[in-house]
C-alpha cells in the first residue's frame, strides 16, 4: 500500500509505499465442543487467514491510503477515484494511525468470545507500530 505524511519534516511526506505486514494475536478460551473441527483452538487458523483477507487485505493491497484534508493530493485522488485506487481516512496515514483503521475493520469480524490483545504492523522489516486495545467495543 502506498501513503504519504503531508507534513513530514523529511521524505515521508513524498508518496511512497511499503510492503506492510500485519499480525494478528487473538485470545480467548479453547473451544471444547467434542468431536468440532476447531476443539482445542481459540480460532482456526483458516478463519483468521479469513477475516484478515476480508477485511484488510483486499481493501488495501495495492490501493493508496490518503488523508481526506491532504491539500496536495485529495483533489488528484478525486479527479482519478475511477482508475486508481485510493482509500480515504480522516487521519494521516502513519503506521500508529493505520494500525487503528486495522483494529476498528477487525474487531467487529471476529468472532465472540475471541478478542485482539494486540496487532502489530510492520511498515518494513525493522520498523513497527504496536496496538494493544484496552477494551474492545
Not at 519534516?9 to 511499503?18: A, E, F, L, M, S
Amino acid at each position: 500500500m502506498g501513503h504519504r505524511v503531508p507534513n513530514h519534516k523529511n521524505k515521508c511526506r513524498h508518496p511512497h509505499g511499503h510492503r506492510y505486514r500485519l499480525e494478528l494475536t487473538l485470545k480467548g478460551e479453547l473451544r471444547r465442543d467434542p468431536g468440532s473441527s476447531d476443539e482445542g483452538m481459540v480460532l482456526d487458523f483458516g478463519d483468521i487467514k479469513e477475516i484478515m483477507t476480508q477485511c484488510i487485505h483486499d481493501k488495501l493491497d495495492h490501493a493508496f491510503m490518503i488523508y481526506e484534508h491532504d491539500q496536495l493530493f485529495a483533489p488528484f485522488a478525486s479527479q482519478h477515484q475511477e482508475e486508481l485506487s485510493f482509500i480515504r481516512v480522516p487521519f494521516i496515514p502513519t503506521a500508529e494511525n493505520i494500525i487503528q483503521w486495522c483494529y476498528r475493520e477487525l474487531r467487529h469480524n471476529i468472532p465472540d468470545g475471541v478478542l485482539i490483545s494486540r496487532l502489530r504492523l510492520y511498515e518494513t522489516p525493522n520498523s513497527w507500530a504496536d496496538f494493544h486495545p484496552e477494551s474492545q467495543i
